[in-house]
């Protein structure tokens, strides 16, 4: 594959930012479990994790040079992601079986590619080192969202919320908070369509605390030790130059000593919620 330049890119987003629910709309609803056609060849397909950095260029401009994503939750942490819920998840937004406006025309095959491409770029994120740094809820009523978090979610996301990569269930520890809760919500209102069905169920019927209290748990489960990046660690497949579109250039050094190897950076404006 010929790297697509990151203007060219960028260039297509715009262009399709406007028309991308209605498309999505029109596409069949799968089961989480289901691949497509193009996840099933990405699967049996050996990944060239050489190709897959140069794909993750465009990526990294959201997720950040280090698949980190922002604090705020706008963009949620990929770094470490299981290399089958990443080729599911892309195939599933491409597909029209998850809306993503966003994401949407960075998954299209002129931009992100086939299916090898697709493998590629799954197999450097999931290499990637997690972040030391994630951002957590407020910690008022952890207790019972422990007792949540063992009753529904332990049983798929595992008792650490490491997830399982053969059954496509997503590694959660280590996520940010405020992007935890915003899919809990759009998974129970059935607006993410490509959600486990069974979780559907299980909190259609969870009232604001146990949401709040369920996500703030999970977002202190911890991965392990050799899965985070030292405090320090930076991805030196990128210059200290590149610039992610969360984070803007003022002055000042690359490292931060809060959130890491990023710029200092100017807050964009919180996503609503729904509620």
């Not at 209605?22 to 990405?42: P, R």
């Not at 994120?125 to 008022?140: A, H, R, T, Y």
């Not at 000593?257 to 710029?263: D, F, L, V």
Request: with cysteine; glycine share 8%; hydrophobic share 35%.
């Amino acid at each position: 594959m010929k790297r697509k330049p990151l203007l060219q890119a960028v260039s297509v987003a715009l262009g399709f930012i406007l028309t991308t629910c209605s498309v999505q709309a029109m596409e069949t609803e799968k089961d989480s479990k289901i691949t497509t056609k193009l996840e099933e060849e990405a699967l049996a397909l050996k990944p060239n994790i050489d190709n897959g950095r140069q794909i993750y260029e465009m990526c990294a401009v959201c997720h950040s040079p280090h698949g980190w994503g922002t604090p705020d939750g706008r963009y949620p942490q990929i770094a470490g992601q299981h290399y089958n819920v990443i080729i599911k998840q892309l195939g599933d937004i491409r597909a029209g079986n998850r809306d993503n406006p966003t994401m949407y025309p960075f998954t299209l095959p002129n931009v992100l590619g086939g299916a090898q491409d697709l493998a590629d770029v799954a197999a450097y994120i999931e290499q990637l080192p997690m972040s030391p740094f994630n951002d957590v809820g407020p910690g008022f009523d952890l207790s019972y969202g422990k007792e949540l978090y063992k009753e529904h979610c332990e049983e798929c996301h595992g008792k650490e919320g490491e997830g399982d990569n053969k059954e496509f269930y997503p590694r959660i520890q280590g996520q940010h908070f405020t992007y935890l809760l915003r899919q809990m919500r759009w998974i129970q209102i059935e607006k993410r369509r490509n959600a486990d069905k069974t979780m559907v169920k299980q909190i259609h019927r969870f009232s604001g605390r146990d949401i709040h209290s369920v996500i703030d748990y999970t977002s202190r489960l911890r991965p392990p030790a050799d899965k985070v990046a030292k405090p320090d660690w930076r991805n030196r497949d990128f210059p200290d130059s590149f610039v992610s579109v969360p984070r803007t250039f003022i002055d000042g050094p690359w490292w931060d000593s809060t959130w890491g190897p990023h710029p200092r950076w100017v807050p964009m404006q919180p996503i609503p919620m729904i509620e």
